[in-house]
């Protein structure tokens, strides 16, 4: 299975082919939607082809580094999880989540992203991990603030705004 690390209850470990279908399905459900609607995957075949990109960037051990979330006690794909570098500041990283819809409220994106703040410092060495928020997400400000993440900065024109009210960003050092 190539675990990466773990938690509790969750395995988190290098994307498979056969993720395909879920991490597409996983990605069109209406939250994700409306959160990431420039990540989600237009099919299959789609969630395929990023599926061996980062598989190639973890086998490589370069960054951008996505890996899948399962659980441990079924095998579930439930989400996905990763970090890439932010640009022009290589000792500096973004982290996101993404649970899929019938997952969320149990606290698995918490403990996730408690587990993926630790793997880079762990791992890379990186001790600033940024999260960035779309304006409004309050769910996902909540997780980062309740894993230590604290907000810095709210950004606005940033490429990745999906809808030009800016983004919130927050900060967690090691």
């Given at each position: 299975?190539?675990?990466?690390?773990?938690?509790?209850?969750l395995a988190?470990?290098?994307?498979?082919?056969?993720?395909?279908?879920?991490?597409?399905?996983n990605h069109m459900d209406e939250e994700v939607r409306t959160w990431f609607p420039n990540e989600c995957y237009a099919d299959e075949a789609e969630a395929l082809d990023a599926i061996r990109f980062y598989t190639d960037c973890?086998?490589?051990?370069?960054?951008?580094?996505?890996?899948?979330?399962?659980l441990k006690e079924t095998g579930e794909l439930i989400g996905d999880t990763g970090i890439?570098?932010?640009?022009g500041h290589p000792e500096e990283t973004e982290i996101g989540y993404c649970v899929g819809e019938k997952y969320r409220g149990k606290g698995y994106a918490s403990e996730?992203?408690?587990?993926?703040?630790?793997?880079?410092?762990?791992?890379?060495?990186?001790?600033?991990?940024y999260g960035r928020v779309v304006?409004?997400?309050?769910?996902?400000?909540r997780v980062l603030e309740k894993s230590g993440?604290?907000?810095?900065?709210?950004?606005?024109?940033?490429e990745d705004d999906p809808y030009g009210n800016g983004m919130l960003v927050y900060l967690k050092e090691s």
């Amino acid at each position: 299975m190539e675990t990466i690390f773990e938690t509790k209850r969750l395995a988190v470990r290098k994307f498979r082919e056969k993720d395909a279908r879920p991490l597409y399905e996983n990605h069109m459900d209406e939250e994700v939607r409306t959160w990431f609607p420039n990540e989600c995957y237009a099919d299959e075949a789609e969630a395929l082809d990023a599926i061996r990109f980062y598989t190639d960037c973890v086998d490589n051990g370069h960054l951008p580094f996505v890996l899948a979330v399962e659980l441990k006690e079924t095998g579930e794909l439930i989400g996905d999880t990763g970090i890439s570098e932010v640009d022009g500041h290589p000792e500096e990283t973004e982290i996101g989540y993404c649970v899929g819809e019938k997952y969320r409220g149990k606290g698995y994106a918490s403990e996730l992203l408690e587990a993926i703040s630790g793997f880079v410092v762990s791992r890379f060495g990186i001790r600033k991990i940024y999260g960035r928020v779309v304006h409004g997400n309050g769910a996902s400000a909540r997780v980062l603030e309740k894993s230590g993440y604290r907000f810095v900065k709210e950004e606005f024109g940033a490429e990745d705004d999906p809808y030009g009210n800016g983004m919130l960003v927050y900060l967690k050092e090691s």
